[in-house]
């Protein structure tokens, strides 16, 4: 290991909970955002083109909170 925390360490989870803490004010104005230990789950009820372009802002806000953090996102089948 280069850098970073164990995987199940105390500390680790308290770091983590501090470093994700302002994901939701970053993006909460575009979907519902819920949260559990180290995954994110982010969804919106698309009924309109106008709920179609928040998601897409939320979105883009996310990417923007990525690269706030250098932050790589993965996705379930990486």
Same mark, same amino acid.
């Given at each position: 290991? /280069?850098?970073? !925390?164990?995987?199940? &360490?105390?500390?680790?989870?308290?770091?983590?909970?501090?470093? !994700?803490?302002?994901? %939701? =004010? $970053?993006?909460?104005?575009?979907?519902? !955002? @819920?949260?559990?230990?180290?995954?994110? *789950?982010?969804? *919106?009820? %698309?009924?309109? =083109?106008?709920?179609?372009?928040?998601?897409?802002?939320?979105?883009?806000?996310? @990417? =923007?909170? /990525?690269?706030?953090? %250098?932050? *790589?996102?993965? $996705?379930?089948? &990486?």
């Amino acid at each position: 290991m /280069t850098s970073g !925390i164990l995987q199940g &360490s105390v500390l680790g989870s308290l770091l983590f909970l501090m470093f !994700i803490n302002d994901l %939701i =004010e $970053s993006c909460a104005a575009y979907y519902e !955002i @819920y949260l559990f230990a180290d995954d994110a *789950k982010l969804f *919106k009820h %698309i009924l309109s =083109e106008s709920d179609h372009q928040s998601l897409q802002n939320g979105a883009n806000a996310l @990417y =923007e909170w /990525t690269l706030r953090w %250098i932050l *790589k996102l993965l $996705s379930a089948r &990486s």
